[in-house]
């Protein structure tokens, strides 16, 4: 039972700072809160637990808060559209900069409409192979690369047509590698560090409809790369399945600094 436990405990709240070439000397840090993974539609999300980790993001009190994608169980529509109401809680996310998401690949297989729908009551907008300024930062939402919904190209002309430093959020983070160099950041989340992780075995899920779920280099936590910092949660939600083992659930909160002279 205690994986079950493990699936439904209070997301680990995990921080870094992260200093960005391009934001202007002397600006105010940027802190910034990714989430993924809710997977609502099983009792290891149910709207109460979603609205307790609402109240414990707000406490970290973010400028931004990025959703990665996933907010559903399941890979067919028959009752997506019913589970996408237990997203109602994110109604309640405070963010000065704002509430932005991006779809997975389980939103995209079950009823996208109905989640986009859903979230545009909460007040989050979703940024498709999209970009918008906000300050100094172009915040990049490039779509799903397991599910093929991503368009780079389109996502990189949006962010130079906007200008300012790019901050690219994902669902998957095996599209790190094939970033424009100037792109120092990428947050994702999708391989939930793996669920289930076994000593000496490692991830036991490796792969899914018949293709790799994951680069195991972006299985988890912070990689620091050729110049970039790519950042993976765990997730807070489980999907299908509400166990976790070797994989707490988490969620991050990223400061950005700009860098030292």
């Not at 009752?79 to 963010?95: I, K």
Request: hydrophobic fraction near 45%.
């Amino acid at each position: 039972m205690h994986f079950f436990f493990n699936a439904t405990a209070t997301p680990i709240e995990r921080t870094a700072t992260v200093a960005l070439d391009g934001l202007p000397k002397g600006s105010k840090p940027i802190r910034v809160a990714l989430l993924s993974d809710i997977h609502v539609g099983n009792v290891g999300m149910r709207p109460a637990r979603l609205a307790q980790i609402v109240r414990a993001v707000n406490a970290a009190r973010p400028d931004l808060v990025l959703l990665a994608g996933d907010f559903v169980i399941g890979e067919q529509k028959a009752g997506a559209a019913m589970r996408a109401l237990d997203l109602a809680p994110l109604a309640g996310l405070r963010a000065t900069g704002g509430v932005y998401a991006v779809l997975g690949n389980h939103d995209h297989w079950t009823d996208p409409a109905a989640i986009r729908q859903n979230l545009a009551r909460a007040g989050v907008r979703v940024l498709e192979n999209e970009a918008i300024r906000s300050g100094p930062l172009a915040l990049v939402g490039i779509g799903d690369r397991f599910s093929r919904h991503y368009d780079l190209a389109r996502s990189v002309a949006r962010a130079d047509a906007v200008g300012g430093v790019p901050l690219a959020f994902t669902h998957s983070p095996d599209i790190a590698p094939d970033l424009p160099s100037r792109f120092q950041m990428l947050l994702a989340g999708h391989t939930h560090c793996g669920q289930v992780v076994l000593p000496w075995i490692g991830p036991l899920v490796r792969t899914s409809h018949g293709h790799r779920l994951y680069d195991p280099r972006y299985r988890c936590g912070r990689i620091d790369t050729a110049g970039r910092s790519v950042f993976v949660t765990a997730g807070v939600g489980s999907g299908t399945l509400p166990l976790r083992i070797g994989a707490m659930p988490d969620w991050w909160l990223i400061v950005l600094t700009p860098r030292p002279s």
